[in-house]
T-cell receptor, first 113, second 114 residues
Framework: DVKVTQSSRYLVKRTGEKVFLECVQD?????MFWYRQDPGLGLRLIYF???????EKGDIPEGYSVSREKKERFSLILESASTNQTSMYLC????????????FGNGTRLTVT | DQQVKQNSPSLSVQEGRISILNCDYT??????FLWYKKYPAEGPTFLISISSIKDKNEDGRFTVFLNKSAKHLSLHIVPSQPGDSAVYFC?????????????FGKGTKLSVKP
């Protein structure tokens, strides 16, 4: 069974802080993704990576960056947290071949005050 | 511009009856469609998928129908159970395109009443 683990379930940070959200998958998946989920807006793609040290912008990359130094780990970085980044953040991974579904972690609920 | 639309934010159904969740898409390049289920405080879990070469896929109580000419798909749950109460997301992708990124709808909250 695929396991995608997000390091924190809940985080509270102050405006202007640098925030790191960590995600680890145990299935040797090539592709990893960061989404945010907001009420009435569904899931929106922030960044994705299809290989180590590779990254691509999603639909809403502004205010975020990512790091993928190892295949199993994909980090989302909020350079200077703002209140409009209060959200549920979801990491996902999948194999790079065929048409497999995404496997999601349980999410990190981030509150920026 | 929303490429995947779920026009019903919520749906309430009696236990044992059929639940029908609808999804429309605008991009004719989409060739693979998926449904995810999400409980509060958990990540979405994959439910069922369908390729654009099919018009129906069934897995137990869950059936997905695809009408390519109408750019419409639906998820049928029969019979509905209280444990099915969750938010359901429709997603679409073009696997021949940009690494197969999924485009999600905004979700439909299903409530199944005992």
């Amino acid at each position: 069974d695929v396991k995608v683990t997000q390091s924190s379930r809940y985080l509270v940070k102050r405006t202007g802080e640098k925030v790191f959200l960590e995600c680890v998958q145990d299935m040797d998946h090539e592709n990893m993704f960061w989404y945010r989920q907001d009420p009435g807006l569904g899931l929106r793609l922030i960044y994705f990576s299809y290989d180590v040290k590779m990254k691509e912008k999603g639909d809403i990359p502004e205010g975020y960056s990512v790091s993928r130094e190892k295949k199993e780990r994909f980090s989302l970085i909020l350079e200077s947290a703002s209140t409009n980044q209060t959200s549920m953040y979801l990491c996902a991974s999948r194999s790079g071949t065929g048409a497999p579904p995404l496997h999601f972690g349980n999410g990190t609920r981030l509150t920026v005050t | 511009d929303q490429q995947v639309k779920q026009n019903s934010p919520s749906l309430s159904v009696q236990e044992g009856r059929i639940s029908i969740l609808n999804c429309d898409y605008t991009n004719s390049m989409f060739d693979y469609f998926l449904w995810y289920k999400k409980y509060p405080a958990e990540g979405p879990t994959f439910l069922i998928s369908i390729s654009s070469i099919k018009d129906k896929n069934e897995d137990g109580r869950f059936t997905v129908f695809l009408n390519k000419s109408a750019k419409h798909l639906s998820l049928h749950i029969v019979p509905s159970q209280p444990g099915d109460s969750a938010v359901y997301f429709c997603a679409a992708t073009n696997y021949g395109g940009s690494q197969g990124n999924l485009i999600f709808g905004k979700g439909t909250k299903l409530s199944v009443k005992p």
